[in-house]
């Protein structure tokens, strides 16, 4: 059974950082696309960041140059480093995971999701 546990979220004013982790069970990440979505309030969930089997990575535009996609497949767990957080980035982060060669952004394309957690960012 496949279980991701999110961690690391938080309340932070403007400029500050955070660290999430996503923890993987029931299954090796080395062969999964794994992926960070956030969702505001009132707003659908959106994608954030997603790394592939081979490391590659992609980034929202909106976070480009600010967030970091990350994996260890020894620890067998997920991270986003998030740096110069602004309000807009207030939501609940979610990880998620499915084989696959190629990731990408679409929500469905994704079968394995965490219960997310919390970031806040005050101005």
């Known amino acids: 059974q496949v279980q991701l546990v999110e961690s690391g979220g938080g309340s932070v004013q403007a400029g500050g950082s955070l660290s999430l982790s996503c923890g993987a069970s029931?299954?090796?990440?080395?062969?999964?696309?794994m992926g960070w979505f956030r969702q505001a309030p009132g707003k659908e969930r959106e994608g954030v960041a997603t790394?592939?089997?081979?490391?590659?990575?992609k980034y929202v535009d909106s976070v480009v140059g600010r967030f970091t996609i990350s994996k260890d497949n020894t620890k067998n767990t997920l991270y986003l480093q998030m740096n110069s957080l602004k309000p807009e980035d207030t939501a609940i982060y979610y990880c998620?995971?499915?084989?696959?060669?190629?990731?990408?952004?679409?929500?469905?394309?994704?079968?394995?999701w965490g219960q997310g957690t919390q970031v806040t960012v005050s101005s």
């Open positions: 029931g299954y090796t990440i080395t062969n999964y696309c």
């Open positions: 790394i592939d089997r081979n490391g590659r990575t």
């Open positions: 998620a995971a499915d084989f696959c060669t190629i990731a990408t952004m679409i929500l469905s394309s994704y079968n394995y």
